[in-house]
């Protein structure tokens, strides 16, 4: 088996990376090391992974599609876990193009070299993010997702939409992801809960967008990884009960599944802010600002499906997880 990771010197793919590696499987990883945030910190990952002889890494971006092509003949690719993405709500509002080459353009080489070469297993990178106007909660993979507010969230939905396609005409097995709001060392500086740490250690005012008034279901890397992993030889297959009269939106005659991928627990904003304070050891001052464009009020995933499929509990409480992360974040940066 030789898995391949796209994004694998990003935050969940670096993750992913290191536990498969310690599980004795073979990686590949791909990474175009953007600048989107700290290239250096991407490195940095990935000098966690190098020292293993089952990791090699080959610097590339997805939409590069000869290249693409070429890695997966010479390395005989037999699983791949897309966590390649352009990610980031506002910042799809100020650069469309850079969500439209790495999430569309790069997605479907991803889906054209997987069919080429007899990929066994396509585990992608969705988003909560796909629930838009959703107000019903929690939310549900069985609830229609047809009102994006981000263009990051539309390109996510067009993911598995794709997907889907390449499920039905080519048989392909896909699994999407929804994940909700990932934290924990390593983890992404355009996310608040990294900011927030920083400013609140540096001294910062940190913005505080809806007034306060928002929830997140805040998840734990290695819950994530978990899930993932556990996956990685649970392929979709055709549903016989499928309807469809009343189609499910997560499941499909073809092999092709939807899942949520949450802690299955919302935390306020507010709340969650204290908790960085509790263990950072100092008050946030704090900036109160109206909600953003693009963004949701709230988030919280139903996982019953799931648990269901592979016993998936996450068990990282936010005192843990954000403990952990103020660890890593004051040993990281000196």
Known sequence: MVILVTGAAG????????????KGYTVLGVDNLNNYYDSQLKRDRLKELEDSKLFKFVEMDIANLDLLYSIFKEERVT??????????????????HA???SNLVGFTNILEACRHNNVEHLIYASSS??????????????????HPVSLYAATKKSNELL???YSHLYNLPTTGLRFFTVYGPWGRPDMAYFSFT?????????????????MRDFTYIDDIVEGVVRLLDQKPESNIAFNHLNPDPSSSHAPYKVFNIGNNSPVRLMDFIQT??????????????????????????????LQEAIGFSPSTSIEEGIGKFVEWYRSYYK
């Open 79 to 96: 699983h791949v876990l897309n966590m390649a993405a352009q990610a980031g709500v506002r910042y799809s509002i100020e650069n469309p």
């Open 11 to 22: 935050f969940i793919g670096a993750s992913l990376s290191k536990v498969l590696i310690e």
């Open 129 to 146: 993010s796909v629930y838009g106007a959703n107000k019903k909660m929690p939310f549900s993979t069985s609830d229609a997702v047809n």
């Open 276 to 305: 960085i304070e509790h263990h950072v050891g100092k008050k946030a001052k704090l900036e109160y600002l109206p909600m953003q464009p693009g963004d949701v009020k709230a988030t919280y995933a139903n996982i019953d499906e």
């Open 198 to 214: 920083k400013n609140i250690i540096e001294g910062k005012t940190i913005k505080v967008f809806n007034n306060g008034e928002m």
């Open 163 to 165: 997907a889907h396609t």
């Open 99 to 101: 969500y439209i080459q």
